[in-house]
Every structure is written in structure tokens, then in C-alpha cells.
């Protein structure tokens, strides 16, 4: 964020897409030098230790199923898994959708839920065309065949672009790429997206 020259007392919306150590490193430090009107939200469902450190005075909004947070701002909260060798854990993982009259834009942590899930949710609860979906959708460890079906889906779904990233892996992109020819933007921390 200091690379990029944002302030941290100028932001108005703090968004934590779940709590997993990769997506909150930097937590305190972040939460300590957010103005007081900052609004946070993070999961219903979320590391207690971690909410612990949000001093009282910031606005904590804890999200679960969906919630508007602003105008055309929406956040999605959805129950997913996460794998560790040979142990499974539920998480709650949240996603902002952005909702215009040209499609939403759907942008994830890393899909945990099901990036198939995700959208499949947007369209049944915001009813709405998906325009843009940007971020990780958790396909790093999967098979070429569900990768293929995640591909599928999001043409049956009618996305036009799409941007992923962290956790989708690179065989994942490379499928996406061949499908997606001219609509695939490849991005990562610190990209910016013009739409």
C-alpha cells in the first residue's frame, strides 16, 4: 500500500475476504491506522483473536448470506472448505459484487466456497448478468476436468471478462486463456483495472 502511495486514514471501506493468514497479514497494523468512520467488514464467521485487535471506537460489520453495504455494493457470504493434507476445515468466505447495469462485477478471495457457487448465488439473489468476475477461484490444486467444468459454467453463466488470480493456479489461467481468448486479463497485488 506504500508502493502505491494509498493512505490509510483516506480509506472508507475495509473489506477482509476471510481469515486465512495470507489474507490478513498485516491485520493489525492495517486496523490500527484506519480512520474511526472506516467501515470494516469481515464474516460472520471469523478469527476471534484477529477481531480482537479492532479497537471499539471502528465500525466492525460482521456480514452473513447478503448484505448491501453501499449503492450497487453488495458482499456475499458462503461457507466453503479448506484442505490441509489430509484434514478439511469450514470457512466462511465473503465476496464484494458490484452491481451496473452492464453486469455485475464479482470479485473474490479465493472462492472457497466454490467459485461456481459464487456466482451461481449473485445470479440467483441479485439477478443479475455477470459481467466481470476478478480474483482467486481455488482451482490450483484441481484436476483438468473440473477445471474445464468451472469454464463451462462461467460461459453458461454468460461472463464476459474474466481476471484471475492467487489461488486459481497457472493451469487454470492457461485454460481460461484458450476459452476466454481476448476476454482474460491477467492481474496480481497491485494491478489496476480500468472498467
Not at 492467487?166 to 485454460?175: D, E
Amino acid at each position: 500500500m506504500q508502493k502505491l502511495n494509498i493512505l490509510l486514514d483516506t480509506i472508507t471501506h475495509i473489506i477482509f475476504s476471510h481469515q486465512h493468514w495470507d489474507h490478513t497479514a498485516g491485520f493489525e497494523e492495517v486496523i490500527s491506522k484506519l480512520n474511526n468512520d472506516c467501515k470494516i467488514y469481515v464474516p460472520f464467521k471469523f478469527d476471534y483473536n484477529l477481531l480482537s485487535k479492532i479497537s471499539k471506537e471502528k465500525k466492525l460489520n460482521l456480514i452473513k448470506d447478503i448484505t448491501p453495504i453501499d449503492d450497487n455494493l453488495f458482499l456475499i457470504t458462503l461457507k466453503g472448505s479448506s484442505c490441509v493434507i489430509k484434514e478439511c476445515f469450514s470457512v466462511y468466505e465473503q465476496s464484494l459484487v458490484i452491481n451496473r447495469d452492464s453486469g455485475s462485477i464479482v470479485l473474490t478471495g479465493c472462492g472457497h466456497p466454490g467459485i461456481k457457487n459464487i456466482l451461481r448465488t449473485v445470479q440467483r439473489k441479485l439477478v443479475s448478468n455477470i459481467d466481470w468476475v476478478i480474483g482467486g477461484f481455488h482451482l490450483h490444486r484441481s484436476f483438468t476436468r473440473t477445471i474445464e467444468e468451472v469454464v463451462n459454467e462461467f460461459n453458461l453463466l454468460g461472463v464476459k471478462n474474466v481476471a484471475p488470480c492467487h489461488c486459481t493456479g497457472q493451469k487454470a489461467v492457461s485454460i481460461f486463456k484458450n476459452k476466454f481468448i481476448n476476454k482474460i486479463h491477467e492481474i496480481g497485488t497491485g494491478s489496476i483495472i480500468y472498467i
